[in-house]
């Protein structure tokens, strides 16, 4: 009965390649989002989406294309890996956009390896 | 410019000590303010969360975190800390349904 599951666990790959991450969550909430975690632990939101749509759309490079089928998928679909793309990456969701009893609940991240 | 900060980058403790963890923002209102805890290869979980209200919230696994508005601030403490509370842990921000903003995090190392 997870609540925001994502796979794959880990992810290596080579330079050049396309690479998919899958996120669902059974939670029944709207609003769901991609972050990304660097080396340094530290967490920057690349996308949100809300009932399907997206909401924010951070500066990230146009390789990155979120897909979200449904309110409780969303997925990120990554061309043209890079070094630079390795990194932890993190999907969450709310209730709701915005408020206090929204937290963000968290997946256990993917760790992509781009060698 | 809007920013939230976490001035420890590392902290020690002994088990059984106390802890405080820092957590300053900068926001022209109150924000809605939140800690989570990232355990080693684990998503992040909810600590605690403050929007109104009394100052002193109460959280899982005995935290607690108090709001000071004058400071800016929303310090995460506990009273005694277990050698399982070793992680990574995160202040963060709701601007207004903007979007979540999270500090840098403070790694928590527990000696025994």
């Known amino acids: 009965d997870t609540a925001v599951s994502q796979t794959p666990k880990y992810l290596v790959t080579q330079m050049g390649n396309d690479k998919s991450i899958k996120c669902e969550q059974n939670l029944g909430h709207d609003t769901m989002y991609w972050y990304k975690q660097d080396s340094k632990k530290f967490l920057k939101i690349m996308f949100s989406y809300n009932n399907k749509e997206l909401i924010i759309n951070e500066t990230v490079p146009n390789r990155f294309s979120p897909k979200s089928p449904d309110k409780a998928h969303l997925n990120l679909h990554i061309n043209s890996l890079e070094l630079g793309d390795s990194a932890v990456y993190f999907c969450?969701?709310?209730?709701?956009?915005?408020?206090?009893?929204?937290?963000?609940?968290f997946g256990n991240g993917t760790r992509l390896t781009v060698t | 410019a809007q920013s939230v900060t976490q001035p420890d980058i590392h902290i020690t403790v002994s088990e059984g000590a106390s802890l405080e963890l820092r957590c300053n923002y900068s926001?022209?209102?109150?924000?809605?303010l939140f800690w989570y805890v990232q355990s080693p290869g684990q998503g992040l979980q909810l600590l605690l969360k403050y929007f109104s209200g009394d100052t002193l919230v109460q959280g899982i696994k005995g935290f607690e975190a108090e709001f000071k508005r004058s400071q800016s601030s929303f310090n995460l403490r506990k009273p005694s800390v277990h050698w399982s509370d070793a992680a990574e842990y995160f202040c963060?921000?709701?601007?207004?349904?903007?979007?979540?903003?999270f500090g840098p995090g403070t790694r928590l190392s527990v000696l025994p």
């Open positions: 926001y022209g209102a109150t924000p809605y």
């Open positions: 969450a969701s709310s209730q709701v956009m915005a408020g206090a009893d929204s937290p963000l609940h």
């Open positions: 963060a921000v709701d601007n207004y349904g903007q979007n979540f903003v």
